[in-house]
């Protein structure tokens, strides 16, 4: 193979060796070799919405989390002001099997961080109205890494 700039897709995430190989037109022959490590891809889904009745199907606002993370943040904001009214650090490794839903897919056992989980219950202990809510997300990877913003809004369906 004579590829001048050679590029290799990982399926999977790990640790793997690469080595490359070269020959000049000489025949001469030398070669290097590296250790790559390959990480999972971030990804956090928030639903639309949610139903806090209690009857264990969407009863809570949580957002899902694939990949790693140092740190986690959500500030949920009154309907009509800036006034925060819900906020949380939480990070929970769990699967669907584990976390309480029962509206879950439970052919997906893979598991996922459940992150930041909101009941309808605002910071002073009063039950939210039915509406819509703004959220921030703030979170990192790594300790290193930057900090990434997630801005978005929720309904609480009562």
């Known amino acids: 193979m004579s ?7 990982y399926a999977d995430t790990g640790l793997f ?14 070669s290097f070799e590296i250790e790559v490590c390959v990480k999972p891809d971030i990804k956090i889904f928030t639903p639309n919405s949610f139903t806090p009745n209690g009857d264990y199907c969407n009863d809570e606002f949580y957002a899902k989390g694939l990949g ?17 009214i819900f ?21 997906n056992t893979d598991p996922y961080y459940k ?29 290193a890494s930057l900090t990434e913003v997630i801005v978005g809004h929720i309904t609480l369906i009562r």
């Open 3 to 9: 590829l001048q700039n050679p590029i290799h897709t």
């Open 17 to 30: 060796s690469v080595e490359l190989i070269l020959t000049n037109t000489g025949g001469c022959i030398d």
């Open 68 to 84: 790693s993370f140092y740190s986690f943040n959500i500030k949920i904001h009154k309907r009509w002001g800036s006034e925060i």
């Open 87 to 107: 906020e949380s650090n939480e990070i929970l490794l769990t699967t669907h099997l584990q976390d309480g839903n029962i509206c879950n897919n439970f052919e």
């Open 115 to 143: 992150m930041g989980s909101w009941d309808g219950v605002m910071l002073d202990g009063n039950l939210s109205a039915q509406g819509v809510y703004p959220f921030v997300i703030e979170y990192k990877q790594t300790k």
